[in-house]
């Protein structure tokens, strides 16, 4: 019997766990839906960024410990704060200039951590995107724990789409998955030819991310150590960083500039 909390710890470790695909949520069921995330998860500020409080599921959570298979939604990777979400919100909130005025698009929101921080910023117009109808539901739950204003969601994969045009893209922890990593490459690569978008993306050192074929047209920003408890609760990995997307034609110019906090 697989047990939630396990579940989740072990797809943090091995990141081969595919996202089941999303149930649909009818209108109906969101106020349903609100009072089972408040009383399924607590808010939490033992990570990165303590002045972002975030509704997470913890091992004081009921759910933690139930069997997988009664958790009634799609895995909640919205209950979690991946590392590489956690690097990228505290490279934000400590560099404010980075996302203030700016149109920010948050791919893979999650818990909305990484569209918080740039709100807290003073981004001028934030999307944050997840194909998880529930986190779009516990995004906005976030925005009224830490009372900023109600974040724009979008819920359909926005992935290869290349017509909007974003100041910058963040990408918390998004390479999991093979499938997932291969379609990222392509289309941040030709996002940022097109565009020219300032492209962050927060990884703790997951191999689909590090076999990125683009890696030489990728900057380290910045590598944090990570907190006590979310180096347990991701079985050993210590830190996590931020990477800036170079275009291919001054990648053969990039720096290494690294600090380790
Ligand atoms: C590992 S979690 C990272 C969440 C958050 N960025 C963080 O770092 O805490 C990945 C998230 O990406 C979402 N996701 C997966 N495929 C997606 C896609 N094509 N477009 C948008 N979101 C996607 C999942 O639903 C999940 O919430």
């Given at each position: 019997m697989l047990l939630l909390g396990t579940r989740l710890a072990g797809a943090a470790l091995?990141?081969?766990?595919?996202?089941?695909?999303p149930r649909q949520l009818s209108g109906a069921a969101a106020p349903d839906l609100r009072a089972f995330i408040a009383g399924n998860t607590e808010p939490v500020?033992?990570?990165?960024?303590?002045e972002v409080s975030l509704r997470l599921l913890t091992p004081?959570?009921?759910?933690?410990?139930?069997?997988?298979?009664?958790?009634?939604?799609?895995?909640?990777?919205?209950?979690i704060y991946w590392p590489g979400g956690q690097a990228l919100s505290r490279y934000l909130l400590d560099n404010p200039a980075v996302t203030r005025s700016k149109r920010v698009l948050d791919v893979g929101?999650?818990?909305?951590a990484s569209a918080i921080a740039a709100s807290m910023s003073g981004a001028s117009h934030i999307l944050a995107n997840d194909i998880d109808p529930v986190a779009a539901v516990s995004i906005q739950m976030n925005c009224e724990l830490n009372k900023i204003p109600p974040l724009l969601v979008a819920t359909?994969?926005?992935?290869?789409?290349?017509e909007e045009k974003w100041d910058v893209i963040l990408l918390g922890?998004?390479?999991?998955d093979e499938e997932l990593a291969a379609s990222l490459h392509n289309w941040l690569t030709e996002y940022k030819q097109l565009h020219g978008s300032e492209i962050l993306i927060g990884d703790p050192g997951r191999s689909q991310f590090t076999h990125y074929a683009a890696q030489n047209c990728l900057q380290k920003v910045i590598e944090y150590e990570l907190p006590e408890i979310s180096r347990q609760e991701n079985y050993g990995l210590t830190s996590s960083s931020v990477w800036r997307l170079l275009s291919s034609d001054i990648a053969g110019y990039q720096k290494h500039n690294t600090h380790l906090i």
């Open positions: 091995r990141w081969r766990l595919p996202l089941r695909y500020r033992e990570h990165l960024t303590p004081r959570c009921r759910f933690w410990s139930q069997p997988a298979h009664l958790w009634p939604f799609s895995d909640p990777y919205w209950a929101s999650g818990c909305g359909e994969s926005l992935v290869g789409k290349m922890d998004m390479f999991y």
